[in-house]
Structure formats: C-alpha cells, structure tokens
C-alpha cells in the first residue's frame, strides 16, 4: 500500500455515509506505517465549511505527527506549480515573485498577498493543491500524480516563501489537466497554468469540482 492515501474514483466499491443531525462517536483503527485516518462531519453545521479532524498520520518524510481539527472553507483552494518537486519533504519553497502574484483575483491578492499573520490563518483554511510542472505543456505522462492536502503554516524568508504542508490524497496530473476549465486553471491550446511554478489561490470549490468529475477526495 503506498503511503499517501490515493483518491478514490467513484463507482468503486465505497462504504455509505450517512448524515446525523448529531455527532457521533467513531473507533477508528489504523494499520501500517505512516498512513492516515481521516474522519469528517459533513453538514453538521449548516454552513458550506466541513470540520476535517485528523485523527492520527504524519507529515511528509521527515514531519511530525499531527492530530488537530482543522475547518476548511471550501470557496477557495490554493494552488501550487513547483518545477520538478517531489513533496517528498516537511517543507517547500515558492519564489517571492511567484506567489500571488498572478493567476489570481485582485481580491485575493487584496486580502492575503501580504502574508500579514492575519492573511496566513486564511490561506491556512482553504484546501490545497501542491502540483509539479507539466512534461508537456498541455499533457503530461500517467504516472505523474498531484496531491491533495492543507497548508500548515507559511513563514516568508529572504530567500522565498517557506509552505508548511500535509498530504491527504494523491490524483494524476492529467486529472486537472482536464478539469483546468472547472478549476479555473488557465491557459491556451499550447501553454496553461501547470506549466509554469507560481502559487495561486482560485475561487472555485474544489472538491465538488473533484467529485462531479467522478473523483471523492477522501478514502473513507
């Protein structure tokens, strides 16, 4: 079994979730080194957000474990195409002229560009993409996968924009390739926007983007 838990593509054989008015208690159990259980309240508080509580897993090679709730505001989601990086690390680097600094609204950049302490507890809320650089421009090979997670914390340095992170789902590439209308990704017949290292955040929900495409963000 590979470490990250992989995205299911639905009209695979899933347990049903049912949708209480109330909490309830669940005993998860977890086998084998360095996975992670998730577990989720859908709906619990009438609002658009889900509570996400990470019951037990760990950080990319090298992290530490974590075990905290997190709420997601699903309006946005953050979007990061790195050059050939592997997220095979507790960290990663964003240049400082590349991060929202283009292929997002001036809204956003309004609000979070500046990376105030007020700014990162936002960004912190919407999910994530952490994406490499296509082989091809447009396309990309099958085996070239995409993840899905959060962000952890940011700390802005000299030398660029150090990005905390946490891996939930991996996806291939080609995935968003295809959905780059619906994810608001842009771009040309030759060229869009996973061709080129930036950060981004799109005002899309991405998870219902996923799973109208057939694709349930967590493996439940």
Request: net charge negative.
């Amino acid at each position: 079994m590979s470490d990250d838990t992989q995205i299911a593509k639905m009209g695979q054989s899933l347990p049903q979730i049912n949708e209480p008015q109330q909490p309830i208690q669940a005993n998860l159990n977890q086998y084998g080194n360095e996975s992670t259980q998730i577990a989720y309240v859908q709906h619990y508080d009438a609002t658009t957000n889900q509570t996400v509580l990470i019951m037990q897993g760990t950080q990319p090679a090298g992290g530490t474990v974590i075990g905290q709730g997190v709420t997601f505001n699903y309006d946005c989601f953050n979007f990061f195409v790195l050059g050939t990086e592997q997220y095979d690390g507790a960290t990663f680097m964003v240049p400082k002229n590349r991060a929202l600094t283009e292929s997002t609204s001036d809204e956003m950049k309004a609000q979070c560009a500046a990376l105030t302490p007020e700014a990162i507890e936002i960004v912190k809320t919407f999910p994530a993409l952490f994406c490499s650089e296509n082989h091809y421009f447009t396309k990309t090979d099958p085996d070239h996968m995409a993840y899905y997670g959060y962000v952890t914390d940011i700390k802005v340095q000299d030398n660029g924009i150090k990005i905390y992170f946490t891996k939930l789902n991996t996806l291939p590439q080609q995935v968003l390739i295809d959905l780059a209308a619906d994810l608001c990704i842009g771009g040309a017949k030759a060229y869009n926007e996973l061709s080129r290292t930036h950060w981004a955040i799109k005002r899309v929900n991405l998870v219902e983007v996923l799973e109208k495409a057939g694709y349930r963000v967590f493996k439940l």
